[in-house]
C-alpha cells in the first residue's frame, strides 16, 4: 500500500484488482482499512490545521505584544513630552506669579510711605514758609535798627556840633 499526500488530503492506492489486496485480505477489510486510513487522513489534516490556526495565532499574539510594547513606550515618551511642556510654562508662571507678589507688596509698603512722604513735604513747605517770613521780618527789623542807629548817630552829631558851637559862642 502506498500513500500519496496532495495539498493536505491523502489518496491511497491499492495494488490488485481482484478483491484481495496484496495481502489477501478482502474488499471488506480494504474498505474498513481504507476508511480507517481516511479518518487518520482526516485527523492528521485536522491535526495539521490546528497547528498552523495556533501558529498563526501566536503569530499574531506576538505582533500585538509587540505593537503594544511599541504603544506604551510611545505613550510614555509622549507623557514625558507632556510634562516638559507643562514644566516648560510653568517657571514663567512662577517667576511671574513671584514678581506680581513683590510688586504687590512693594506696593503696599509704598502706600504709607507716600503719605509719609507728602505729609512731611507739607511740613516742610510749611517750615520753610515760616523760616521765609521770620527770615523777612528779621531783615525788616535789622533794617529798621539800622535807621534808629543812623538816626540815632545824627542825632547825636547834630547834637555835639550845637553843643561844639554853644562853646565856641561862649569863649
Not at 481482484?18 to 474498513?32: F, I, K, L, P, V
Not at 513747605?125 to 539800622?146: G, I
Amino acid at each position: 500500500m502506498e500513500h500519496e499526500e496532495t495539498t493536505g488530503t491523502m489518496t491511497v492506492n491499492m495494488k490488485g484488482n481482484n478483491g484481495t489486496g496484496s495481502s489477501g485480505r478482502s474488499t471488506e477489510d480494504h474498505e474498513a482499512e481504507d476508511d480507517e486510513v481516511s479518518e487518520l487522513a482526516m485527523m492528521s489534516e485536522f491535526k495539521a490545521r490546528e497547528e498552523e490556526i495556533m501558529r498563526k495565532k501566536l503569530e499574531v499574539k506576538q505582533r500585538v505584544e509587540s505593537q503594544l510594547g511599541r504603544a506604551e513606550e510611545e505613550a510614555k515618551r509622549l507623557a514625558r513630552i507632556w510634562e516638559e511642556l507643562e514644566d516648560l510654562g510653568d517657571p514663567t508662571k512662577k517667576e511671574v506669579a513671584t514678581v506680581r507678589k513683590k510688586i504687590d507688596t512693594a506696593n503696599r509698603d509704598l502706600k504709607p510711605l507716600a503719605q509719609s512722604c507728602q505729609k512731611k513735604e507739607k511740613e516742610f513747605k510749611e517750615a520753610v514758609e515760616a523760616f521765609n517770613e521770620k527770615n523777612k521780618e528779621k531783615a525788616q527789623l535789622v533794617a529798621a535798627l539800622m535807621e534808629l542807629l543812623a538816626e540815632s548817630e545824627r542825632r547825636r552829631r547834630r547834637k555835639l556840633e550845637e553843643l561844639g558851637s554853644l562853646v565856641n559862642s561862649m569863649r
